[in-house]
């Protein structure tokens, strides 16, 4: 079983805060890109391991997939049907902004095959929404999951965002309640975080922004926590929260370490075999994109992990599920016990960060709080 990420890297706005690879855009080249993708997946399907692959998930990322036309997106998984096996219970997502959401343009993406949607609300209150450089409205935000549900989808995510400038307590905990007060599927709840070579960065180190408070920022964090879980929410990452059987099946493949195909420009594949595995991405900006795949090859980078990472890999992606990690299947893979390759793990455990849990070693609660520190250790 396998995954397949589509990246579409166009977006009508680039967010101040937002590195991934992504460019502002009046018009854009969509059925030549969308060209360049099917001919990739062509490409891709007589390749090892994906030529023997059963596909389980597909995500529409970027940028913002919802830009596209339901035609050509229906396109694009064509191809995959052409080009695999796909599972008949498939979970195919589509992020959308909530400024590109007519109910009619849902129902066409419900037709071409899209089975999950993913909103990036991120606030409720207009000013932060201003602070994010988002170009959608509070209104456009409810507007569009109501839209959704009339659209028929009955699987939907919610992105919130906490510790923007600005925000007070009270805001965050009225966007949690009005959120969960629609009842979605599933819920992303992140911190904004200050990444190299993106305005916000340059901003908080001029001085221009001030993060907030981290006792605000951890407080935030407990509160939607607490909020989810009131409200029949299971936590099954650092980051997610979900329904009883609603959990993100894709991104789970992620923190699993399962084979995901990256299509698209700068998007990212990772095979766990031949030896540790292998980890490649594409040329990152869509014209040299298009340009490579469809001359047969659109690869700009390729590494053969050493046990090292890979040993590494496994644990700073398995422990942020709640579920954690199993120290059996570490020494299946890797030939030796887990505390063996990682002694800090003796440490952590001791000092009440990491705990073993029905056979698993999993992070405690003050250990969610420190999560990023702790994983840095295993680099």
């Known amino acids: 079983?396998?995954?397949?990420?589509?990246?579409?890297?166009?977006?009508?706005?680039?967010?101040?805060?937002?590195?991934?690879?992504?460019?502002?855009?009046?018009?854009?080249?969509?059925?030549?890109?969308?060209?360049?993708?099917?001919?990739?997946?062509?490409?891709?399907?007589?390749?090892?391991?994906?030529?023997?692959?059963?596909?389980?998930?597909?995500?529409?990322?970027?940028?913002?997939?919802?830009?596209?036309?339901?035609?050509?997106?229906?396109r694009i998984l064509e191809a995959i049907a052409r080009g695999w096996p796909v599972a008949p219970n498939v979970e195919v997502t589509l992020e959308a902004n909530p400024g590109s959401t007519e109910q009619a343009r849902l129902q066409d993406f419900r037709r071409?095959?899209?089975?999950?949607?993913?909103?990036?609300?991120?606030?409720?209150?207009?000013?932060?929404?201003?602070?994010?450089?988002?170009?959608?409205?509070?209104?456009?935000?409810?507007?569009?999951?109501?839209?959704?549900?009339?659209?028929?989808?009955?699987?939907?995510?919610?992105?919130?965002?906490?510790?923007?400038?600005?925000?007070?307590?009270?805001?965050?905990?009225?966007?949690?309640?009005?959120?969960?007060?629609?009842?979605?599927?599933?819920?992303?709840?992140?911190?904004?975080t200050y990444e190299p070579q993106t305005p916000f960065h340059a901003w908080r180190t001029s001085g221009e922004i001030r993060p907030l408070a981290e006792d605000d920022e951890l407080w935030m964090y407990e509160h939607v926590r607490a909020a989810c879980a009131d409200a029949g929410y299971e936590q099954y990452e650092i980051s997610n929260f979900a329904r009883p059987g609603r959990s993100g099946r894709h991104n789970r493949g992620y923190w699993e370490g399962r084979d995901y195909l990256g299509v698209g420009a700068g998007a990212h594949s990772y095979a766990s075999q031949p030896g540790w595995g292998r980890r490649w991405s594409n040329h990152r900006l869509p014209e040299r994109y298009i340009a490579s795949a469809t001359a047969g090859d659109a690869t700009a980078t390729s590494e053969d992990l050493a046990f090292e990472t890979a040993a590494a890999e496994f644990m700073f992606l398995g422990l942020r599920q709640l579920g954690g990690v199993d120290p059996s299947t570490f020494r299946t893979r890797f030939g030796q016990d887990l505390e063996e390759v990682h002694p800090e793990v003796a440490t952590f455990r001791t000092d009440g960060f990491l705990e073993h849990r029905a056979g698993r070693l999993t992070l405690t609660n003050r250990g969610l709080l420190v999560a990023d520190a702790i994983f840095a250790t295993f680099l």
């Open 1 to 74: 079983m396998a995954s397949i990420y589509i990246h579409i890297p166009y977006c009508a706005a680039k967010c101040p805060y937002c590195d991934f690879n992504s460019y502002a855009a009046h018009e854009w080249p969509e059925d030549v890109y969308a060209a360049a993708l099917v001919t990739e997946l062509r490409t891709r399907a007589t390749e090892t391991p994906w030529s023997s692959s059963t596909i389980e998930t597909i995500f529409f990322g970027g940028g913002t997939p919802s830009l596209f036309q339901a035609s050509t997106i229906g």
């Open 112 to 192: 071409a095959g899209v089975n999950r949607l993913s909103l990036g609300i991120q606030s409720l209150h207009e000013h932060l929404l201003t602070t994010l450089g988002r170009v959608h409205s509070v209104e456009d935000g409810r507007t569009a999951i109501e839209t959704a549900r009339a659209a028929g989808f009955d699987n939907l995510n919610l992105d919130l965002m906490f510790a923007i400038p600005g925000q007070t307590r009270d805001q965050w905990s009225a966007d949690v309640r009005a959120l969960l007060s629609y009842q979605p599927e599933h819920v992303a709840a992140y911190n904004l």
